[in-house]
Nanobody, 126 residues
């Protein structure tokens, strides 16, 4: 069973910084794309940033120049460094990953399947 666990959310003043982490665990063979999404109250979930297995990144226009996504493949972890935070960045942030898992019963690689973390709340006060 594969799990994604986020950490690093909290309350910060406008202009401040936070670093989110998301660690994948379980019977992981490899991880393809990783991403961060967010959902503000009363709004739909939206893409924040993605990073491919090769390190190519993509950002929402609203966070370009302020947020940086990175990954540590040895730790199966993805990070989101958030600088110059604004009140409109307030949301629950979710980690997302496309993961190939190893099935020891059949001794085979399965996937990729898409997984979501449980979310971590980021609140930016004005």
């Amino acid at each position: 069973q594969v799990q994604l666990v986020e950490s690093g959310g909290g309350l910060v003043q406008a202009g401040g910084s936070l670093r989110l982490s998301c660690a994948a665990s379980g019977s992981i063979f490899s991880i393809n794309a990783l991403g961060w999404y967010r959902q503000a109250p009363g709004k739909q979930r939206e893409l924040v940033a993605t990073i491919t297995s090769g390190g190519s990144t993509n950002y929402a226009d609203s966070v370009k120049g302020r947020f940086t996504i990175s990954r540590d493949n040895a730790k199966n972890t993805v990070y989101l460094q958030m600088n110059s935070l604004k009140p409109e960045d307030t949301a629950v942030y979710y980690c997302n990953a496309d993961i190939n898992s190893f099935n020891p019963g059949s001794w085979s690689v399965e996937g990729p399947l898409n997984y979501w973390g449980q979310g971590t709340l980021v609140t930016v006060s004005s």
